[in-house]
């Protein structure tokens, strides 16, 4: 308390030092009026609302003196050499003004509400100044701005701990669960297949995954290793860990944490444009969230942990701000820490840390600041290592796919890698397509009333149609590993069931192998891919949506991988049997390895990924990262950018994009253009037949008529205007902070009543004697709202609305208010310019 009145003693004679003592003759001046009006101090939001939070904490500083420790005259000091009488000169008046005293919650915000960019980066500049001018004061006050300074960094450095942590144990508990689906170690239940194996010194090259401690479900149950009776036991009880794995799933989610369901990639896109949805990123999302992606991912359904491992990245981050005043006191500074958190997911997804930052820059953050690219890296960088020290992969490698080709690629492939590239891009358009029908037709109908019995019936299909076949029956990450393989002399893979070479002439240098014809083993392998490939494009579709957590990155690539496989091992059989072809002529010869299948593979699954995905720089520097395959940058350039390009050609939206207008978030997509020619009084509300606009004047209505209009009307703020004859624009005040002022002065003025006048002037006007004291609440009111003429185009308009994060901006015509255009409005109008059902857009 004694601080509080010391700075505020040094405030006040400092501004009389400024102004000079002629200004406190002027009855009409306030000192520092114009200090404290445009940029609220730190003080004035006391808590932003949590976005994980399901309660509001607003608590006080311990230098706030309470609002009904003093009076406050219309200068706004508190008996500091300002007039001590009341508004009329007859006695003193405990006025409360926001601007001096901070009101507990004003400026903070409701759930599924936008937050004010500017208002958020002005209190953010307010704060560091304040820290830098005391730290010249003091030694005490000068750590405290490097411990501000510093904040950052360590947060950065704790998100990427305890994400890259959960990933290592979401990894490690994943491959256990997927291996007990088919049996159980003996030395311990805990340990997975290879680990089982690891120590066993029984199994043999051809065998590697048989071992005594290693029993099938069959041979417990039985006895039996072969025949069908153990192969239908096998069977059974495969079917019956992945309903019961996908069942907990499902019953997690929808008992413990909604939001836990989907990719979160969607949602985290609209938080991080601002919308808040409380509750998204909480402890309990997290925790759920990370129980049941590894129930999921288990249960063998055609989904992956990358994509939520994004949302897992950020839910850390979101918790992990309450411990900095200044990333839990302001949303816009949060979200730079999610910024960040994202670019961790993907480095922990796929060990590619690099690719991360882009992914986040490319596809996901909406203010992306150089300093959040830095402290991105280095939050990646710490994620990496984390993951890298625990080795869940247990190949003492960060990358998750690690290929080694032998035979460079050459020009004349660029054109099968191209037709990869085609084949992503319509893949992408018609899953898209497909999925938000289904989607829609879950959403629309009594499908979604029952989530449970939808993820069993999948599940179960799943389980049913993927075991007869090995490349179904095993996990997406060792579908694709498989696929990306290069075969050498000793591999033992079906996909590599070449004839064998005659004589040793026919083997390339080292350990590669000449192209050699196709075996038996090898179609076979080949007729199980292609009915593995249309299996999988049908499944994705109904799977990715459910209620339990699913990503979309692992069956992307494992359908673009199939796909590639196939064109590799034709392409390969194609200059085996056709050297002397002009195409074939001089750099494929007889005995030499010119067509390296896994290649085909990699870049099909680029393909497809940047196909749903429309993601290029990024994607591309994911995959070299994820495979080790630096050599091959091109092919995977041109495929992933046709994939694009053919894609776009279909509907520009990626399955992001088109999951966010699905659940009708209000996202401005910055990648769309606006190509339309209206104008903003098109678009602005009040239209010609719909009522006034409601304003709120400077001066002279109560606080019963205030509160009367509030609640007559639903709107999230409200102008404030000179009269209602004039309709010159004052400013903007938001509903929120009006209701909880009202409700504050109510509660620690005296005489508040539903007659007192509110005012938002400078002065309070003249009132008789017996009236009540009036409520000033300049403090609250937004002197400098954003305006656009009645005639600016809407796609300049648009134009502001993307690049400084606006909630609303309000419609003039000289200097008279004409009405207001919120991002609502303009997804609406967006909506109806594209033929779309405008309704669709469900928050305000």
């Not at 992503?424 to 289904?438: D, H, P, Q």
Request: proline share 5%; with cysteine; net charge negative.
């Amino acid at each position: 308390m004694f601080q509080y009145w010391t700075n505020l003693f040094r405030k006040y004679t400092s501004e009389i030092g400024r102004a000079g003592f002629g200004g406190m003759d002027n009855p009409g001046y306030r000192t520092g009026s114009f200090d404290g009006l445009h940029h609220p101090s730190d003080d004035d939001d006391d808590e932003m609302v949590d976005i994980a939070g399901a309660t509001l904490d607003f608590s006080t500083t311990d230098d706030v003196p309470p609002l009904s420790s003093g009076g406050y005259n219309e200068y706004g000091t508190s008996g500091v050499g300002g007039r001590a009488a009341g508004v009329n000169g007859n006695g003193p008046t405990k006025l409360v003004d926001p601007l001096e005293d901070p009101v507990p919650g004003v400026g903070t915000y409701e759930d599924f509400n936008t937050i004010d960019w500017v208002r958020e980066k002005s209190k953010d500049r307010d704060r560091h100044r304040e820290i830098t001018s005391k730290s010249r004061q003091s030694t005490v006050a000068l750590l405290h701005s490097v411990s501000d300074a510093f904040s950052g960094w360590l947060l950065m450095l704790l998100v990427g701990l305890m994400s890259g942590a959960l990933a290592g144990g979401i990894d490690i508990s994943a491959h256990w669960l997927t291996d007990m689906k088919e049996g159980v170690c003996l030395n311990g239940f805990w340990f997975n297949h290879e680990h089982c194996c690891w120590t066993s010194n029984e199994t043999t090259f051809q065998e590697r995954d048989r071992c005594p401690q290693w029993k099938s479900w069959a041979e417990l149950i039985t006895g039996a290793t072969e025949g069908p009776f153990a192969y239908i036991v096998n069977y059974l009880m495969y079917i019956v860990w992945a309903l019961l794995f996908s069942f907990l799933a499902v019953t997690l989610v929808r008992a413990f944490a909604p939001y836990a369901c989907g990719s979160g990639i969607p949602e985290i896109k609209t938080i991080l444009s601002g919308f808040i949805i409380r509750g998204y990123l909480g402890k309990w999302t997290l925790i759920i969230k990370t129980i049941t992606l590894v129930l999921a991912v288990s249960s063998g359904l055609s989904l992956g942990k990358e994509g939520p491992l994004v949302h897992v990245a950020c839910c850390c981050a979101n918790i992990l701000c309450h411990l900095f005043t200044k990333y839990r006191k302001n949303e816009a500074k949060r979200r730079e820490v999610l910024s960040a958190a994202a670019a961790v997911g993907v480095s922990v997804a796929f060990g590619a840390p690099i690719g991360g930052v882009l992914f986040s820059l490319e596809e996901v953050s909406y203010y992306f600041p150089l300093k959040t690219l830095w402290r991105s890296f280095f939050a990646a960088l710490v994620a990496a290592f984390t993951l890298r020290s625990i080795n869940p992969f247990g190949n003492s490698r960060l990358v998750l796919f690690y290929v080694e080709f032998h035979a460079p690629w050459h020009l004349l492939e660029l054109a099968p890698f191209i037709l990869l590239g085609i084949f992503g891009g319509l893949w992408g358009a018609l899953f898209i397509r497909a999925n938000i029908a289904w989607c829609r037709r879950r959403k629309s109908t009594r499908l979604g009333h029952y989530p449970i019995i939808e993820v069993l019936v999948v599940a179960g299909f799943t389980a049913l149609l993927s075991y007869p076949n090995s490349y179904t029956r095993m996990s997406g990450a060792e579908l694709i590993s498989e696929l990306f393989n290069d075969c050498s002399l000793l591999d033992s893979s079906q996909l590599c069931g070449y004839q064998q070479p005659s004589n040793i002439s026919e083997t390339g240098v080292g350990n590669t192998l000449a192209d050699r014809p196709a075996g038996p083993g090898l179609y076979t392998a080949l007729w199980q891919l292609a009915l593995a490939l249309v299996f999988k494009m049908m499944i994705t579709v109904v799977t990715f949506g459910m209620k339990v957590p699913s990503g979309l990155f692992i069956p992307s690539m494992a359908v673009g991988a199939i796909a590639g496989r196939l064109l590799g091992v034709g392409m390969e059989q194609l200059a085996y049997y056709n050297h002397d072809w002009i195409i074939f002529k001089g750099w494929c010869s007889p005995g030499a390895d010119c067509i390296t299948p896994g290649l085909y593979a990699m870049v099909g699954a680029a393909a497809c990924l940047g196909g749903v995905t429309r993601m290029t720089v990024s994607l591309v520097v994911i995959m070299f990262e994820l495979t080790g395959g630096l050599e091959y940058i091109v092919p995977l350039m041109a495929a992933t950018m046709t994939s694009k390009w053919v894609a776009d050609a279909f509907g520009r939206e990626g399955i992001y994009e088109a999951h966010i207008r699905l659940n009708g978030y209000p996202f401005l997509e910055p990648k769309e253009e606006f190509e339309h020619n209206s104008l903003a009084v098109d678009v602005m509300r009040p239209r010609r037949a719909d009522p006034a606009l409601a304003v709120l004047t400077q001066e002279g209505m109560t606080v019963g008529e205030v509160e009367s209009l509030v609640e007559s009307t639903h709107y999230s703020g409200f102008p404030v205007v000179v009269s209602q004859e004039s309709q010159r624009l004052v400013g903007f005040v938001l509903r929120r902070d009006l209701l909880i002022s009202i409700d504050n002065a109510r509660q620690r003025q005296e005489g508040v009543v539903s007659a007192s006048q509110v005012v938002f002037t400078e002065h309070a006007p003249s009132q008789a004697p017996d009236a009540p004291p009036p409520l000033r609440l300049r403090g609250i009111l937004d002197l400098s709202p954003f305006t656009v003429t009645d005639h600016t185009p809407m796609d300049i308009t648009v134009d502001i609305f993307r690049k400084l994060g606006l909630r609303q901006c309000l419609v003039t015509h000289n200097g008279r208010l004409l009405g207001i255009i919120t991002k609502k409005d303009i997804l609406k109008h967006m909506a109806q310019i594209a033929n779309r059902d405008p309704d669709s857009i469900l928050f305000n």
